[in-house]
């Protein structure tokens, strides 16, 4: 079974390397710059869990803290991607669970995501 928790800063270069690495699995038109995920992973207004089995980063979910028209605080549910072997594990709706707890730790009044159907 896979652990779900939320990337640490200690943990950040070896995350963004492994984020890197799934996105490309993925999405393999993406842009995966370990960079620029690594970055990201540490900004105040932003939380990232991962889904780790055996010492491996197996999925991610990635939120981020906006202001809605109204001026209320909106969770956006940026990022979703569990490891093609991995998937049909119910790994995507813990990620989705433990992503949008931390928008409840941002005092976010509302979540949402957008969604690609294909």
Same mark, same amino acid.
Request: aromatic fraction near 6%; proline fraction near 3%.
């Given at each position: 079974?896979?652990?779900?928790?939320?990337?640490?800063? %200690? *943990?950040? &270069?070896? @995350?963004?390397?492994?984020?890197?690495? $799934?996105?490309? !699995?993925?999405?393999?038109?993406? #842009?995966? =710059?370990?960079?620029?995920?690594?970055?990201?992973?540490?900004?105040?207004?932003?939380?990232?869990?991962?889904?780790? %089995? *055996?010492? &491996?980063? @197996?999925?991610?979910?990635?939120?981020? $803290?906006?202001? !809605?028209?109204?001026?209320?605080? #909106?969770? =956006?549910?940026?990022?979703?991607?569990?490891?093609?072997?991995?998937?049909?594990?119910?790994?995507?709706?813990?990620?989705?669970?433990?992503?949008?707890?931390?928008?409840?730790?941002?005092?976010?009044?509302? !979540?949402?995501?957008?969604?690609?159907?294909?």
């Amino acid at each position: 079974m896979a652990e779900i928790r939320r990337v640490e800063a %200690a *943990d950040t &270069a070896r @995350v963004a390397a492994e984020i890197a690495r $799934l996105k490309r !699995a993925v999405w393999p038109e993406e #842009r995966a =710059e370990v960079v620029y995920l690594a970055a990201a992973l540490v900004q105040p207004d932003r939380c990232t869990v991962v889904a780790e %089995a *055996d010492g &491996a980063l @197996v999925g991610f979910a990635d939120g981020f $803290l906006t202001l !809605a028209e109204d001026g209320s605080r #909106r969770w =956006e549910l940026d990022l979703l991607a569990v490891d093609p072997v991995h998937q049909g594990r119910g790994l995507g709706r813990a990620l989705v669970l433990a992503c949008t707890e931390a928008g409840r730790d941002f005092d976010a009044d509302f !979540a949402r995501a957008l969604i690609r159907a294909s």
